[in-house]
């Protein structure tokens, strides 16, 4: 059983931010301009070198604001109880917690995350078994890391994936393929560090890109 966002664990990680700034990635990994911090940023081009001729890092989200994550939480814990009426309130949180973040620990708030899948030379993204944000009740689960129930092609991606994001010190939150994180609370407990290094970020100052 996955390490969950909900686990007190995670929240009991204290926060000593470092004031790193938030920049825009380069459009050759996220054309939309996700933001993110600036050690992030340093870690993923890292790891978009490291992949096979041919293959880049696709970047979907980075930084996103308090307000964004509540929405996002709203509108899941909705969908939840729909499906899971009467459970308890504790149950329905944790089982949001496998596909948002709770406002408290959200590592896409602090700048700290992204959403990214593989893409090749043309810019078009792969296929790892799952669209971007599948709920686990829209993809039967199979928005887990580890699930076995993909193709063969898409699970030797996701591991491709992996091998390049965990060597540049990113983690995973396994409920998500996409969603790999640095800095964060999550990042330091699933890494053994004594504290996370950065914490909720709001109103950044525009940043240019770099590279």
């Known amino acids: 059983m996955?390490?969950?966002?909900?686990?007190?664990?995670?929240?009991?990680?204290?926060?000593?931010?470092?004031g790193d700034p938030l920049v825009a990635l380069c459009p050759g990994i996220a054309p939309g301009g996700a933001r993110v911090r600036a050690g992030l940023a340093d870690r993923l081009y890292r790891a978009d070198l490291a992949l096979p001729a041919g293959i880049r890092l696709r970047v979907v989200e980075g930084h996103r604001s308090a307000a964004d994550q509540q929405g996002i939480i709203d509108g899941y814990t909705r969908e939840v109880r729909a499906s899971r009426p009467g459970a308890p309130e504790a149950e329905v949180e944790r089982l949001v917690s496998r596909f948002?973040?709770?406002?408290?620990?959200?590592?896409?708030?602090?700048?700290?995350?992204?959403?990214?899948?593989?893409?090749d030379e043309d810019g078009r993204p792969l296929d790892l078994g799952t669209p971007i944000d599948a709920t686990?009740?829209?993809?039967?689960?199979?928005?887990?890391?580890?699930?076995?129930?993909?193709?063969?092609?898409?699970?030797?991606?996701?591991?491709?994936?992996a091998d390049a994001l965990t060597a540049a010190g990113l983690v995973n939150y396994p409920t998500e393929w996409w969603h790999w994180s640095y800095g964060d609370r999550y990042w330091a407990l699933m890494t053994g560090a004594a504290w996370a290094t950065y914490g909720p970020l709001e109103a950044p100052e525009p940043a240019g890109a770099v590279r």
């Open 2 to 18: 996955p390490v969950l966002l909900t686990d007190p664990r995670v929240t009991a990680v204290p926060v000593v931010e470092t």
């Open 100 to 119: 948002v973040a709770p406002l408290e620990v959200a590592a896409h708030v602090a700048g700290a995350a992204v959403d990214l899948t593989l893409a």
């Open 136 to 161: 686990p009740e829209q993809s039967a689960g199979r928005c887990y890391f580890a699930s076995t129930d993909i193709g063969l092609e898409a699970r030797a991606l996701r591991l491709l994936l």
